[in-house]
T-cell receptor, first 114, second 115 residues
């Protein structure tokens, strides 16, 4: 079965510290992976994607993600967290058989404390 | 420019009633998705439209759910005979033609509450 897992419901980090939001996936074929962020009372916004190429992908707001094929992971990272990064983060993967379909994780709530 | 818009933003209905949810995608985006976001859960794919092709309905949970897209633009998601388990936030997203590669742009959602 194809799926995405975000093992942490919540991540707490102090402002200025590095952050990691974890994502693992299961998909047939080559994975197309995405991260989205949902700020309070706003729609989901695209952060970054991995299609092919360099395993380290850079995206919006200073975020980056590392694709690890052997561990089937695509963890979201940022070297120095900001209070304004506090939001709900979703990892998504495209279905390997039905390219129209995406699977989203259950979301991870990131709390950055001053 | 204008993003994806959805209406209404909130809808409260009684069990058994029909509801219609509307989505206006970004102009020029040929791909349109509907998702359902339940409390504490991720987004659940419902249906996908691409241009004039037949929609991918593989995610619709029951035959009470249907959607149409008129003129390749506005889309309406209809839920007939609503049940309490239909309560969720319904999200619409659009993207450029190669939807599997391009990112999706999401609307603010419609929060549906079935009493």
């Amino acid at each position: 079965a194809q799926s995405v897992a975000q093992p942490e419901d919540q991540v707490n980090v102090a402002e200025g510290n590095p952050l990691t939001v974890k994502c693992t996936y299961s998909v047939s074929g080559n994975p197309y992976l995405f991260w989205y962020v949902q700020y309070p009372n706003r729609g989901l916004q695209f952060l970054l994607k991995y299609i092919t190429g360099d395993n380290l992908v850079k995206g919006s707001y200073g975020f980056e993600a590392e694709f690890n094929k052997s561990q089937t992971s695509f963890h979201l990272k940022k070297p120095s967290a900001l209070v304004s990064d506090s939001a709900l983060y979703f990892c998504a993967v495209r279905d390997g058989n039905n390219f129209n379909k995406f699977y989203f994780g259950s979301g991870t709530k990131l709390n950055v404390k001053p | 420019g204008a993003g994806v818009s959805q209406s209404p933003s909130n809808k409260v209905t009684e069990k058994g009633k029909d509801v219609e949810l509307r989505c206006d995608p970004i102009s020029g985006h040929t791909a349109l998705y509907w998702y359902r976001q339940s409390l504490g859960q991720g987004l659940e794919f419902l249906i996908y439209f691409q241009g004039n092709s037949a929609p991918d309905k593989s995610g619709l949970p029951s035959d009470r759910f249907s959607a149409e897209r008129t003129g390749g633009s506005v889309s309406t998601l209809t839920i007939q005979r609503t049940q309490q388990e239909d309560s969720a936030v319904y999200l619409c997203a659009s993207s450029r033609r190669l939807a599997g590669v391009n990112e999706q742009f999401f609307g603010p959602g419609t929060r549906l509450t079935v009493l």
